[in-house]
């Protein structure tokens, strides 16, 4: 499965998004204060991505399953939209974790 990552800089600040093969995004990070801990969390993702436990299932006030992706510190890395189901969700789960480890980055900054 095909993927990418867009490294986006909004005024001072940058962000990535992880996305599928489809250009659905899979993932959203915290917003940074330099390129490099933008890139920093791109390589945790990569790190972590593949391991289940580092992902928290959750559901929104609304009703609506998202999850998080956390480094090994427990530190937040990526944020999921929210999902129509948690069957949803675990689909999104697994595309992270087969496209978040070797996805290409595009740096639109």
């Known amino acids: 499965?095909?993927?990418r990552y867009l490294l986006r800089r909004s005024g001072t600040q940058y962000d990535f998004v992880l996305q599928a093969a489809n250009n659905k995004t899979l993932i959203t990070s915290e917003r940074?204060?330099?390129?490099?801990s933008a890139e920093a969390g791109i390589a945790s993702v990569r790190?972590?991505?593949p391991n289940d436990a580092r992902y928290?299932?959750?559901?929104?006030?609304?009703g609506s399953p998202y999850f998080v992706l956390?480094?090994?510190?427990?530190?937040p890395i990526g944020t999921s939209e929210?999902?129509?189901?948690?069957?949803?969700?675990?689909?999104g789960i697994e595309a992270t974790k087969t496209v978040g480890p070797t996805a290409p980055v595009v740096?639109?900054?």
């Open 1 to 3: 499965m095909a993927g």
């Open 32 to 36: 940074y204060t330099t390129k490099q």
């Open 47 to 49: 790190v972590n991505s």
């Open 56 to 62: 928290n299932r959750l559901t929104a006030r609304d």
């Open 70 to 75: 956390k480094a090994a510190n427990g530190e």
């Open 82 to 91: 929210t999902y129509s189901s948690t069957s949803a969700r675990d689909g």
């Open 107 to 109: 740096d639109e900054t």
